[in-house]
């Protein structure tokens, strides 16, 4: 009896779809890599990769191949649309190695890192991302709040050490909202298997000033590291650049105030919302 066909067919992607075009566009031209190399001064073994998918070049030069090729900005898009799609595949990636670690060492720049968020605050960051799908949002804050339970002791607990650039309380949210995302701070830097410090504005300029960074120790050993900012994502798992990255955390940690400064700072800026809070409710009644 002869096998029924496979009806499922896998999703395109945007990376699929630009390396596709890409390689139509070139050979209905009757170009070389070589002499496509030429025409806009970018090197032909690069744009092999990118036709095979394991390069992306950047804006500029795909703008050169739209103008070539007399796409508009097609394939500008298609760019757009692969990179934002291969930082969810590597954030898929990093959540999947973070639930097995043992020991997690964050710095945060900017926002209170994920693991520490309520979900007031998680939707807050969330939605100052554009063209977030209603569903994929709520989705997306699910799973940020179900991450937290390695560290509030939900799940098998993760020895987690963050160190929170001054940044981090500078950037809020509404005053509730930031209420209670301090509360929520102040309680979960009491727990045992967690650490919080907060790095200073006075303690300068730093090597990972900009991005966030996140090293984690698998129970084999394993060391692994993982950088992003809001808008790129990527994965170090090479001994020497992640003993790098390590070297440039561990000063970090070092010019930060201790855990009890840290909750000593929490608490201050925690009074001081609670007595904004109440002035601005004494003004109201």
């Known amino acids: 009896m002869p096998s029924r066909p496979n009806c499922k067919k896998r999703k395109p992607t945007a990376l699929g779809l630009l390396t596709r075009k890409l390689a139509e566009l070139r050979k209905a031209k009757g170009l070389s890599y070589a002499q496509l190399a030429l ?21 500029y030069v795909i703008g050169k191949l739209d103008a070539l090729y007399g796409t508009g900005d097609q394939l500008s898009m298609l760019l757009a649309l692969a990179k934002e799609e291969g930082i969810r595949e590597r954030y898929r990636a990093y959540i999947s190695l973070e639930e097995g670690a043992i020991v997690l060492h964050e710095y945060a720049s900017a926002v209170m890192p994920g693991l520490l968020q309520t979900e007031a605050y998680a939707d807050t960051v969330l939605r100052t991302a554009p063209h977030w799908d209603p569903d994929e949002l709520e989705q997306q804050l699910k799973r940020r709040i179900a991450r937290q339970g390695r560290v509030t002791g939900e799940g098998p607990a993760v020895h987690y050490r963050t160190v929170l650039d001054e940044a981090c309380f500078a950037r809020r949210p509404s005053p509730e909202v930031w209420h209670e995302q301090l509360v929520h701070l102040e309680q979960v830097a009491r727990l045992w298997n967690v650490t919080v410090q907060l790095l200073p504005f006075t303690a300068g300029l730093h090597d990972l000033t900009g991005g966030n960074l996140m090293l984690l120790w698998q129970p084999d050993g394993t060391n ?62």
Do not use: F, M
């Not at 105030?257 to 601005?280: C, G, V």
């Open 39 to 59: 025409k806009i001064g970018y090197d032909r073994a690069d744009l092999h990769k990118l036709e095979q998918g394991t390069k992306l070049c950047s804006e």
């Open 224 to 285: 692994l590291a993982y950088q992003e900012s809001s808008h790129t994502a990527s994965w170090v798992d090479a001994p020497n650049e992640v003993a790098e990255l390590r070297l440039s955390y561990d000063p970090l940690r070092d010019a930060s105030l201790s855990p009890r400064e840290s909750l000593a700072y929490i608490q201050r800026a925690l009074e001081e919302t609670t007595h904004a809070h109440r002035a601005e409710n004494h003004e109201l009644a």
